[in-house]
């Protein structure tokens, strides 16, 4: 049986990672004549930013900047893909919050993700957006790596943090 699949959130952080997993969901959306749609979030900054300076720029003014620039970014990204890209958007807030409420407003049958591949140290101190949608997503989530990057183990974690 295969899966019916329409509809494609492709969460966009414009890092190599989420342009190999555009491409996955790209050549999904050819395969299954299925519509792509793009999202971005923008996380909020926080007063606690390294940066005195850096609540200067939380401003709606700022965030309005931000998404026309994203807008901008996420189109131009989404040109090879043609027809299959039907929309595009971008949030703020909490990027796995925000990918799960819009995969789940929009209905969507898959959401394909970049993944940073860090390894269990990283992961386990600053939690994974991926993580989080893999486990809560209403639908299934194909999480994509770039394949350059190595798989860290946990034993060489150790021996690199004792040199």
């Given at each position: 049986m295969t899966p019916d699949i329409n509809r494609i959130l492709v969460a966009v952080d414009f890092s190599t990672n989420s342009d190999r997993a555009l491409d996955y969901a790209g050549m999904l959306a050819?395969?299954?004549?299925?519509?792509?749609?793009?999202?971005?979030?923008?996380?909020?900054?926080?007063?606690?930013?390294?940066?005195?300076?850096?609540?200067?720029?939380?401003?709606?003014?700022?965030?309005?900047?931000?998404?026309?620039?994203?807008?901008?970014?996420?189109?131009?990204?989404?040109?090879?893909?043609?027809?299959?890209?039907?929309?595009?958007?971008?949030l703020y807030g909490d990027p796995s919050s925000c990918i799960l409420r819009d995969a789940d407003d929009r209905q969507m049958d898959l959401i394909v993700m970049g993944t940073h591949g860090r390894g269990a140290l990283a992961q386990l101190m600053m939690g994974s957006v991926?993580?989080?949608?893999?486990?809560?997503?209403?639908?299934?989530?194909?999480?994509?790596?770039?394949?350059?990057?190595?798989?860290?183990?946990?034993?060489?974690?150790?021996?690199?943090?004792r040199a």
């Open positions: 050819r395969r299954f004549g299925a519509s792509l749609h793009l999202l971005h979030v923008v996380e909020p900054m926080s007063l606690g930013s390294p940066s005195i300076d850096a609540s200067a720029f939380a401003t709606p003014g700022w965030n309005k900047l931000l998404a026309e620039d994203a807008h901008r970014e996420l189109t131009s990204l989404g040109a090879p893909f043609q027809p299959y890209v039907a929309t595009t958007s971008v991926a993580e989080r949608v893999v486990r809560i997503a209403s639908c299934p989530v194909l999480t994509v790596r770039h394949p350059e990057h190595e798989f860290v183990t946990p034993d060489a974690l150790v021996a690199a943090s």
